[in-house]
């Protein structure tokens, strides 16, 4: 598991904040992605704003940061859960046959 090393506000701030701070990507469940990417078949998904493309951020938890989003992501391409480019550009995420099967 790689650890994200975040680069946010101070843990003080952080802690003051309504949700849980994401900090790993084990804090973020693979189940909502993939059901997610499996509602929008037929389309590529992105990650953060998203502006017209279906976003993974909205299946992630509230305030996921945008590094955390794509490193979360490239665990479930080599998993191959998941097709789409890792490098950290718009990504154009769509789920596999084998992602289709691991979350029925
Ligand atoms: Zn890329």
Redesign the pocket.
Known sequence: MERYEHSGPPAETMAALDHPVIAQCKDIPDGPILAFLRQHQGRWATWGEGYSMPTVRDAMPHGTPDKLQIAKMRQLMKRGLVDG?P???RGDYEITPKGLTAYP
Request: some cysteine; proline content about 0%; hydrophobic content about 0%.
């Open positions: 480019c490098c950290g550009c």
